[in-house]
């Protein structure tokens, strides 16, 4: 940032661990999530999904669903309206191809198929049901392994499969010490508590659109490209998401049917997916197998590390797991070899799911690091902070900073980690139970996108902070206040802030980790302006006490401003609009990356988590006892939402170490544990001990604000620190996720 | 979910000849039912409420020494009613281990019973079961089958029952108490589930419109008070059905084991009540060695029925588990855990 | 035909023609009797996020049929909150972070206020967790979540919160 005259005071709302502005709505059932909005004239809709995995339906019974009372309308590829675009087309790296109805193929089981439309919820379900399609089903294929392996053109989004620094194969020949082992990570679904939902009001070629999104501005262009009518007709409105986890980024298929469905019959319409139908057109974190081999000279410095990665996307569109990214990044050695290749499976396409890539990248390369440790007879620690990296070891660009050291430091003093003993299966507790401890280190990408913001200060002294900006449980309201009040010098109170509305100015998407940083970085150059603005009315006014402050500069604060030379001298924002005769100052801000920074630096946020598991001696049952994570992650705007944060995410890590696969029958492609009895993920006896520690850390680097990413980077390092710690228990290293219990008691001693 | 007819009779007998109807199902709670017809699983053309029958929500200890539970008792009901865990403290502990508090509050002990499969094969209405639609085949056979049964399966159908309340009162000799339209009869719980063999529609001995009046633990079931465990294999530390559990009660004399009782959960399409291993426990002395010889004997015969070969041995030890737990005396208080393996040791012989 | 049903909803009697008997006790609050408060995460009592309390016990709202409770006393997340002063496990929410999305939230909090009244768990810590297994929070807030149910039922016992009803 360049010096400007003008200085704002931070500090007074940034960095408060204030509780959550929305909190009062929240406790009480006033917060309205999508599916809690019932227009007048309100029909429900239901979704039929194919049960086949791939081939066509046959028929559809509408007929019997027809004569169900209350229905109104049944929606199918024979009788759906046409649409402006074509939803296989691919217009750009965040364009996935949906099914809306366009023809009779099936492409995975779950696929939406029709629609039923009626009076009331129970008829709009049972008419789904009645529609009992008939299928021409062919073989599909549900493995990794698969046949018709390649490599695809790119994974995650533009980034490249295979990257190559230093001769890794040289470096693993000369080891002195080596490992080599494979991992597995299954097919994860995000299965947010609100499922995905939408309520749709049209008048005329204008539609308002109640559904949670992550990214409005990309909902609003994807309904207006494919029902062929202005971004300005399209009013989305998310103000609260129960959980998206990235599976509510992009507009899913099911909700464009929803919007479909009202324009079809001509009221609002209400769709809200069952559970069951989340495991299917709402993308899913897609299974893995990677290969790591490590080595090492005789004192244990890294001499090499490849990590290859098998994934999956679906038969019709790309979608690649970028698994491979951490190994990048993480730890120093002078050759680094990742690659990726992938079979095409009979599902609905991957997508992003919390930390997509590092998250499975993380606990095979956390597993490898903890059997290299293992191999050499070293503490595991000790092992990571021998090939700590001081400077990002594939690109050689310093890091813009890196605190991770200290949260080695403060996590394994908190957590006891001295004097843990090298050998497994050598602690048990008091009741007889295996105890085990491991840890791993965590990163994160801190990334930039693009948004936009609106500041105005009012005559009444307030103000007013927009953006689109999406709070899907990590605390936009509150934390983007708190940094919108800053930019303008006032208290929180003293200020309006909206968001989570489309007809505001476009905040970009809630992903990546980046939200925060880049949603702030828009307000706070809104507020700047809108200072600024204020600044110049008054410096220019003979009137004003500020008047000539000029060079000095003047500081905003509590709705002042105050000579940065004389703070004695000093107006009133209201004093300086009302002479000014203005009702209210506007000001507008960007948030982006700075492209000379990323150029210059390697830019991520860290962390390292210790685990305790208990594991039942013969049974095999296994208990995550105790987490401490220390996490560096740049300036912390609210800490109170970052510890939650950082503990939600670490419960990720639980959930993908032990509890958490989807179950697909390879015979017919369906996820046979399609409902959340079966689908394991944690509950809150799971959990019954996890800290986080918040390790300060400047970085004058990475954006404005020193923000780095806090949502996704607490899956990575916990779910390998858990997979270790299983080992240290029980001397059995299981490298399939989540660990099973018959893995565990094979071979297992009777005690 | 199917249009149905709903009524509600007024009296056991009312609601007996409304269910004689072919289609009709009991409604109690419906924890299990309406999950089952929300997912098309099961259709049933009319619902006969029996929620607020009189006469069923009792827990009374009876003058000849048996204790009885009305059929419409609240799982959390039962499991909290005091003079009942004191008696059967395996029974209120496998109860506060299954499912979640809201289910314990609603779900009813005769609902317990008829409880469906957890089997995905049973649940997917687009997969082929024998259970929902006889003839049909059964994907379980070949399929995601890990958690499926290894006692008693057939190749009909391989599916467990997913009770835990049924694994000690199968034990204890519990009696189930039928009114239908033959009139009153009783029946032994150990009798009561059926076995697929090739007719593994057939659930229990129910015939059309009998309905579970309740259930009756007989004179002296009390007499293991004093030494009796569940212990319930998870794969998360709480709300998830059993991979496999055990219930052990013992009756200790001197140092041995006057009178022992086993009975396993997860393994079979019924409760499984080991009475080989019982044998084997009479008379014996309450050690390791012991435990593990009963433990074999309960899975005598055992085999896998899919990728679950893991099972048996899981079953074996948790058996040996069970019986170790019930030997060192049954918890002042139920464990914050209850059932789990991982809950703290927390045994005191309450009497001798 | 239909069924007439009374409801006592958070202290309001309320009549209900129903139409359908399928009606769930948890659509009939949500799509007609507009309390939306009580939220559909599973729809087969495996979430915890319909719970509401029914004849003053937690149960999962979508896996009882409306018809079936005709004459209940029904209590909501709508109606904990008296005269605008937060029920103590709602600001112990608020105070703990116990929520981040808050889709679990109203589920809850009637669980934690249930399972308060049901006096089983005492200040024990793992039987609190054990005690709120029923509610799923895929956010991962349980810590908070533990934490401001054993705060709310401390101060509730030394408030007299429940006397005051």
């Given at each position: 940032?360049?010096e ?85 087309e691919?217009?750009?790296p ?72 230093g ?11 080596s ?9 994860q679904?995000h ?39 202005p ?19 992009l ?15 001509g ?40 990590h290859?990665v ?30 990726t290749?992938a079979?095409?499976?009979d ?21 490898a ?40 430091a ?6 006891g980690?001295a ?23 965590a990163?994160f ?5 693009a948004?936009?913001?609106r ?17 899907m ?37 809630a ?30 006014d ?14 905003a ?28 100052i ?11 920074a ?42 109170r ?26 015979r ?39 923000v780095k ?43 | ?12 007998a ?25 997912g ?17 929500d ?64 049973f ?45 000690p009162l ?8 039928i ?34 009046v ?25 709300y998830?059905f ?14 041995t ?48 029925s899919?990728?679950?070969?893991f ?26 855990l209850?059932a ?10 309450l009497?001798? | 035909?239909?069924w ?9 009697p309320?009549?209900?023609e129903?139409?359908?008997?399928r ?81 679990c ?18 200040d ?5 967790r ?34 005051a009803?």
């Amino acid at each position: 940032m360049a010096e400007t005259a003008i200085q704002l005071r931070h500090g007074s709302s940034i960095g408060q661990p204030l509780t959550r502005r929305d909190g009062p709505l929240k406790v009480t059932g006033a917060a309205t999530y999508a599916a809690d909005n019932n227009p007048p004239g309100l029909l429900h809709a239901a979704l039929a999904v194919s049960t086949v995995a791939r081939g066509r339906v046959a028929s559809l019974d509408v007929a019997a669903a027809r004569a169900h009372p209350g229905v109104a309308e049944v929606i199918t590829p024979a009788n759906r309206p046409p649409l402006a675009a074509d939803p296989d087309e691919k217009t750009g790296p965040f364009s996935f191809r949906q099914e809306l109805l366009q023809n009779d193929t099936v492409r995975y089981a779950g696929q939406p198929i029709a629609i039923v439309v009626a009076e009331t919820l129970e008829a709009a379900t049972e008419g789904a049901r009645l529609l009992a399609p008939r299928y021409e089903a062919e073989p599909v294929l549900a493995e990794l392994d698969g046949p018709d392996v390649f490599t695809p053109a790119a994974i995650g989004v533009g980034n490249a499969p295979n990257m190559q620094h230093g001769d890794a194969e040289a470096g693993l020949a000369a080891a002195e010490s080596s490992i080599a082992a494979t991992y597995d990570t299954p097919a994860q679904y995000h299965n947010a508590m609100e499922p995905h939902a939408v309520v749709a009001a049209w008048d005329g070629d204008r539609v308002t659109v109640d559904t949670p999104s992550q990214g409005l501005a990309f909902a609003v262009m994807r309904i207006a490209g494919i029902f062929g009518i202005p971004p300005e007709n399209i009013h989305v409105r998310s103000p609260f998401l129960g959980g998206g986890f990235g599976s509510k980024g992009l507009i899913s298929g099911p909700q464009l049917l929803g919007i479909l469905a009202a324009r079809m019959v001509g009221r609002p319409v209400k769709l809200v997916l069952p559970r069951a139908q989340m495991y299917g057109p709402v993308g899913h974190r897609a299974p893995t197998r990677q290969t790591l081999r490590l080595g090492t000279d005789s004192k244990g410095a890294l001499t090499a590390i490849s990590h290859h990665v098998r994934t999956a996307s679906s038969r019709y569109d790309d979608f690649f797991e970028p698994a491979v990214g951490v190994t990048h990044s993480l730890y120093a050695a002078p050759a680094i070899e990742t690659t990726t290749d992938a079979v095409r499976l009979d599902t609905g396409t991957p997508t992003f799911m919390r930390a997509p890539g590092e998250a499975s990248g993380s606990i095979a390369l956390e597993s490898a690091m903890d059997e290299m440790a293992v191999a050499l007879g070293m503490d595991p620690l000790e092992f990571r902070l021998r090939n700590y990296a001081e400077v990002d070891p594939a690109s050689g660009k310093p890091f813009s900073s890196k605190a991770l050291r200290e949260c080695y430091a403060q996590g394994a003093a908190r957590f006891g980690w001295a004097g843990r003993p090298i050998a497994p299966r050598s602690m048990r507790d008091e009741n007889g139970l295996l105890v085990g401890w491991g840890m791993g280190t965590a990163t994160f990408p801190a990334l930039m996108f693009a948004a936009q913001a609106r500041a105005v200060l009012r005559r009444d002294g307030s103000g007013v902070a927009e953006t689109g900006a999406h709070d899907m449980g990590q605390g936009a309201w509150t934390a983007l206040a708190q940094i919108a009040a800053d930019s303008m010098g006032l208290d929180i109170d003293r200020i309006e802030f909206r968001a989570g509305d489309s007809r505001l100015p476009d905040a970009g998407i809630a992903g990546g980790s980046a939200h925060t940083a880049t949603a702030g970085a828009a307000l706070r150059s809104a507020g700047e302006e809108v200072v600024a603005k204020l600044a110049e009315l008054a410096m220019s006014d003979e009137r004003s006490p500020l008047f000539g402050a000029g060079n000095a500069g003047v500081v905003a604060r509590n709705g002042r401003l105050l000579r940065r030379d004389d703070e004695a001298r000093g107006e009133s924002y209201e004093s300086i609009l009302a002479r000014a005769g203005l009702e209210e100052i506007e000001g507008k801000g960007r948030g982006a990356a700075d492209p000379a920074a990323q150029e210059h630096y390697s830019m991520h946020a860290h962390g390292a988590v210790f685990a305790e598991v208990k594991v039942d001696p013969e049974l095999g049952q296994v208990r995550a006892t105790r987490l401490v994570g220390a996490f560096a992650a740049g300036t912390v705007i609210n800490p109170r939402l970052v510890n939650s944060q950082y503990l939600g995410g670490m419960i990720w890590g639980v959930s993908f170490a032990l509890h958490e696969a989807a179950v697909v029958d390879p015979r017919s492609g369906r996820v046979m544990n399609a409902n959340l009895a079966e689908y394991h993920v944690p509950v809150n006896a799971d959990v019954p001990s996890i800290e986080a520690i918040l390790v300060e850390e400047h970085d004058p680097h990475v954006n404005a604000l020193g923000v780095k990413g806090v949502g996704e980077i607490g899956i990575t390092g916990t779910a390998g620190a858990i997979a270790n710690a299983v080992w240290h228990a029980t001397g059995v290293r299981v490298r399939q996720f989540p660990v099973a219990i018959e893995a565990l008691i094979a071979d297992w001693p009777q005690s | 979910m199917n249009r149905f007819d709903y009524i509600r009779p007024a009296t056991v007998a009312e609601a007996v000849t409304a269910a004689s109807v072919p289609g009709s199902a009991f409604l109690a709670a419906g924890t299990n039912l309406l999950d089952l017809m929300k997912g098309g699983v099961v259709r049933p053309e009319r619902l006969v409420d029996v929620s607020r029958l009189p006469g069923l929500d009792a827990v009374e200890a009876l003058p000849d020494g048996a204790f009885r539970i009305g059929a419409r008792v609240r799982n959390a009901e039962l499991a909290h009613d005091r003079d009942f865990a004191r008696r059967f403290p395996a029974v209120a502990e496998a109860l506060l281990s299954g499912a979640s508090a809201q289910l314990r509050n609603a779900a009813t002990a005769g609902g317990n019973l008829l409880q469906r499969t957890r089997c995905a094969y049973f649940y997917d209405p687009a997969s082929a079961c024998n259970k929902r639609e006889p003839g049909a085949g059964c994907d379980a056979l070949g399929g995601e089958n890990r958690l499926h049964a290894v006692l008693g399966w057939s190749e009909s159908c391989i599916a467990t029952h997913p009770s835990d309340f049924c694994v000690p009162l199968a034990a204890l000799g519990a009696v189930v108490e039928i009114e239908g339209p033959g009139g009153r009869r009783e029946v032994p719980l150990e009798e009561f589930h059926l076995l697929p063999g090739s007719t593994p529609e057939r659930e229990s001995v129910l015939s059309p419109g009998e309905l579970v009046v309740a259930l009756r633990l007989p004179a002296g079931a009390d007499a293991f008070a004093a030494h009796s465990r569940y212990v319930k294999l998870r794969e998360r530390t709480s709300y998830a059905f059993a991979v496999v559990s055990a219930a052990a009660m013992l009756r200790m004399e001197g140092g041995t084991i006057a009178e022992a009782r086993l009975a396993l959960g997860g393994v079979a399409l019924k409760p499984w009540r080991a009475r080989e291993a019982e044998a084997v426990l009479a008379g014996a002395r309450p050690d390791a060695a012991t435990f593990r010889r009963a433990a074999e004997a309960a899975l005598e015969g055992a085999h896998p029925s899919g990728e679950n070969g893991f099972k048996i041995e899981l079953a074996r030890r948790i058996a040996a588990r069970a019986l170790a737990l019930a030997a060192a005396g049954t918890p002042e208080r139920i464990p914050a855990l209850p059932a789990s393996p991982l809950a703290p040791v927390t045994g005191v012989a309450l009497h001798g | 035909m239909s069924w007439s049903i009374t409801l006592t909803v958070n202290g309001e009697p309320r009549h209900v023609e129903l139409d359908d008997p399928r009606v769930t006790l948890l659509d009939l609050l949500r799509e007609r009797l507009d309390l939306t408060g009580s939220k559909k995460g599973c729809d087969r009592g495996q979430c915890g996020a319909c719970t509401v309390l029914l004849d003053g016990q937690r149960v999962n709202s979508c896996l009882a049929l409306a018809v079936s409770h005709d004459g209940a006393e029904v209590v909501t997340i709508e109606g904990l909150a008296r005269s605008g002063v937060l029920h103590p496990v709602q600001a112990a929410f608020i105070e703990h972070d116990a929520f981040q999305c808050g889709f679990c939230t109203p589920g809850q909090i009637m669980s934690a206020v249930g399972m308060i009244g049901e006096a089983q768990a005492g200040d024990d810590p793992e039987r609190v967790r054990e005690c709120m297994s029923g509610n799923l929070c895929r956010c991962g807030a349980y810590q908070g979540i533990t934490e401001a149910v054993l705060d709310a039922q401390q101060r509730m016992g030394q408030d007299g919160w429940e006397e005051a009803a």
